[in-house]
């Protein structure tokens, strides 16, 4: 009987951080056919599509992103939910392959969020004195920022926990020296924790170096059976466990400021596997914000709650550490053009491969890519393997 | 901003009154801060919505005393959009009211560097057009 095991065989990235001669479709183009000639497959092979553009207006809605490349996809996916969008892409990827609803699934995203605008405007209304609708209108005459609701779990965590401004440095720290190992990573040289607590205070406790970077970029992952991919050009690396959950949407929503959802998807994703955090290799934690990362270290169950801050000092996220993150510098130093979930499969992807180059984590035979949505809401787990459970 | 007495809400966002929000912004006219709570199972809920979260139930309307406590808070330092960029540093607490649920806004009255987690504080409700009073903070005794 054909082995359906959920692989994914082929990974590609559009060209990032900066990115002048690329739009958002050129993002989604580019690093598509890269995926395409990684894999070994060809166009006509995709009966799957996933992108993650909900609104209609854009031309990467998943419907027109789809005719745009000529897809016609027979499993069609375009759940939106910001930045795990893509982890939970897998999820569902995973699930329609096993059940024979599709062969081959395309994954894709593409922003060109440096190049269109280069800022953040914080959210709620677009016009000063513009009516606001819906559930945004209980925060928006408030002016927080997007930087300022992250901040607020932040405050709470240091409140409850006693987590300092230097241990969520340690992750920015660990994240840059990583990005030194990247040629294209947006900022390379090396960050001291001194260097980050002393940078300028954005939103309190957050300080500039304690942010995302702002870039262009795109990124695809092609996932189809074990069967299919035996004889394509990339050794596949299996999807083990795959999970999602949500806890609310806005941030005054948010029901315990130091926990997130990534404690159920973690736990699911896990019991999927059959795996512990002790088997990880290597993580992949969308870190928008130190916190965001420091908090999914904790849920996954890297550490016990509360211990994030010791735990991202004691040097363990670098390289040669227990438990390297985000090798290929993260999103608060290699790349982040709005939504980084693929990249967090992608390089998760590299390293189970073998093909990370100097940031190869050594003898890396299980990743755990993990996505956040929204304002620390929906979150997105995936745990890859080089080998089958 | 924070130092000022009355805020100044010229430019700030306005809500788009609905079927779900219309009493509460209605009471804010009134100087009152509602919350919902749920005839079936009692639960209280904010923002408001048709729906109770907890039972499924159609919630009714609270009353609360405008009184609560700081959850947590930001102060924002760096802000790219008008009006806001004219009134950093200035800071956005969330409030856990009294009566439980939690309301986002920002604490007015003292400087931004003296809120902290677990201050109390009141209800100021500071005029923004016909429809509606924006709730603001300011410390309270206790």
């Known amino acids: ?389 | 901003m924070t130092n000022v007495t009355t805020p100044p809400t010229e430019g700030r966002p306005v809500p788009l009154l609905d079927a779900a929000g219309r009493p509460y912004w209605e009471a804010t006219l009134r100087g009152e801060l509602l919350v919902q709570e749920c005839p079936g199972c009692g639960h209280r809920q904010f923002y408001p919505r048709q729906i109770c979260v907890e039972c499924g139930d159609t919630p009714g309307w609270l009353t609360t005393e405008g009184r609560g406590t700081v959850h947590t808070f930001s102060v924002v330092r760096q802000q790219g959009a008008y009006p806001f960029n004219q009134w950093t540093p200035y800071a956005v607490a969330v409030v856990e009211l009294d009566e439980g649920p939690r309301i986002m806004g920002n604490v007015i009255g003292c400087e931004v560097d003296e809120v902290r987690i677990g201050m109390r504080v009141e209800v100021e409700f500071v005029p923004l057009n016909e429809e509606a009073s924006l709730p603001f903070w300011r410390p309270a005794a206790t």
Not at chain 1, 181 to 194: D, G, S
Not at chain 1, 261 to 283: C, I, N, W
Not at chain 1, 290 to 316: N, Q, R, V, W, Y
């Open chain 1, 1 to 389: 009987m054909a082995d359906r095991t959920p692989v994914i065989a082929g990974i590609g990235l559009s060209d990032y951080p900066k990115a002048p001669h690329l739009d958002a479709v050129g993002h989604h183009v580019l690093a598509t056919q890269r995926a395409l000639a990684d894999s070994g497959l060809r166009k006509s092979d995709i009966d799957g599509f996933m992108c993650a553009q909900g609104d209609f207006a854009q031309p990467d809605n998943a419907g027109t992103m789809a005719e745009i490349l000529g897809i016609n996809p027979r499993y069609f996916d375009g759940t939106a939910v910001g930045g795990s969008s893509f982890e939970l892409h897998v999820q569902h990827a995973k699930a329609a392959i096993e059940a024979g609803l599709c062969e081959t699934v395309l994954i894709v995203y593409g922003s060109d969020l440096y190049t269109k605008s280069g800022t953040n405007p914080g959210f709620g209304a677009k016009k000063p004195g513009e009516q606001v609708a819906g559930v945004l209108q209980y925060e928006a005459p408030w002016g927080n920022t997007l930087i300022g609701a992250y901040a607020m779990a932040a405050q709470r965590h240091m409140h409850e926990y006693g987590t300092t401004s230097e241990q969520l440095a340690a992750i920015a720290v660990a994240c840059r020296t990583h990005a030194g190992l990247n040629p294209n990573a947006q900022y390379r040289k090396p960050l001291t924790v001194e260097d980050v607590v002393n940078s300028r205070m954005i939103a309190d406790p957050l300080h500039l170096f304690d942010c995302c970077v702002v870039s262009d970029g795109g990124g695809a992952v092609i996932v189809t059976t074990a069967e299919r991919a035996r004889d394509l050009r990339q050794p596949p690396v299996h999807i083990l466990g795959a999970a999602s959950a949500q806890t609310h949407w806005n941030i005054s929503q948010m029901p315990d400021y130091t926990r997130t959802a990534a404690e159920r998807s973690g736990k699911e994703a896990f019991a999927q596997a059959g795996l512990t955090p002790d088997d990880v290799d290597t993580v992949q934690l969308y870190d928008s914000f130190t916190i965001t990362a420091l908090l999914m270290l904790e849920d996954l169950g890297f550490c016990k709650k509360g211990e994030g801050g010791p735990f991202a000092a004691s040097g363990a996220l670098q390289l040669g550490g227990s438990l390297p993150m985000n090798t290929d510098g993260g999103a608060l130093s290699s790349c982040h053009p709005g939504m980084r979930g693929i990249f967090l499969l992608i390089e998760a992807t590299r390293q189970l491969r073998g093909q990370a180059g100097d940031a190869q984590v050594a003898g890396a035979e299980v990743a755990l890519a993990c996505g956040s949505g929204g304002w620390l809401s929906a979150m997105g787990t995936v745990i890859l393997g080089k080998d089958k459970a």
